[in-house]
């Protein structure tokens, strides 16, 4: 730039000398500090500049990778909870299937239960009936032995005389035939 300076004062120079020693411009000064300048610039540019857009793409690429980290991140939550579905739908049917075998073993067992009942309770009423018919015939028997005692006291008192183990024997019987048909 500063040769370009020189050559324009050199070539037309009447009107821009004019301007610049109005504003007081040093030409020797200007070209040294446009030069202290470009180096300022380039030491800059080196020890700050590059350094400072490496952090910067370094800052971006971790940027791009947690994107895509909670883009993985977000499929694989998605993932997850669509296996917690399937589990959780699983589970409701295994559950369901349990409720049903556990309600068909109750009713197997139920039925089972009440067969035991009603062959228990059919056990108690033959017995009972046997019983029944064993007192029934026991009563029978003590019946006719105590019929046949009081016609034997009673015909004893009705003909007024004593009647022998032989007449009281007959008499017995004869009331235990009478009595049975």
């Known amino acids: 730039m500063l040769p370009l300076a020189l050559q324009v004062t050199a070539?037309?120079?009447?009107?821009?000398?004019?301007?610049?020693?109005?504003?007081?411009?040093?030409?020797?000064?200007?070209g040294a500090q446009m030069i202290s300048f470009s180096i300022v610039c380039a030491v800059l540019y080196r020890l700050a500049y590059k350094p400072i857009l490496q952090i910067l793409e370094a800052r971006r690429e971790q940027i791009a990778s947690g994107l895509a980290n909670a883009e993985q991140i977000k499929a694989e939550l998605a993932r997850i909870e669509r296996a917690r579905q399937d589990v959780l739908t699983q589970a409701g049917v295994e559950g369901k299937q349990l409720i049903d075998d556990a309600r068909a073993a109750a009713a197997r067992v139920q039925a089972a239960e009440t067969q035991k009942a009603i062959a228990a309770?059919?056990?108690?009423?033959v017995r009972a009936h046997e019983t029944a018919a064993r007192e029934r015939a026991t009563m029978l028997a003590e019946l006719r032995r105590?019929?046949?005692?009081l016609v034997v006291q009673t015909?004893?008192?009705?003909?007024?005389?004593?009647?022998?183990?032989?007449?009281?024997?007959?008499?017995?019987e004869?009331?235990?035939?009478?009595?049975?048909l």
Do not use: C, M, N, P
């Open 11 to 30: 070539e037309g120079g009447g009107q821009i000398e004019q301007v610049a020693r109005t504003f007081g411009v040093d030409w020797v000064h200007l």
């Open 174 to 180: 004869e009331t235990a035939r009478q009595l049975a």
């Open 121 to 125: 309770a059919e056990q108690i009423l």
């Open 155 to 172: 015909t004893a008192s009705v003909t007024g005389k004593l009647l022998t183990a032989d007449d009281q024997r007959r008499l017995a």
């Open 146 to 149: 105590e019929v046949g005692r």
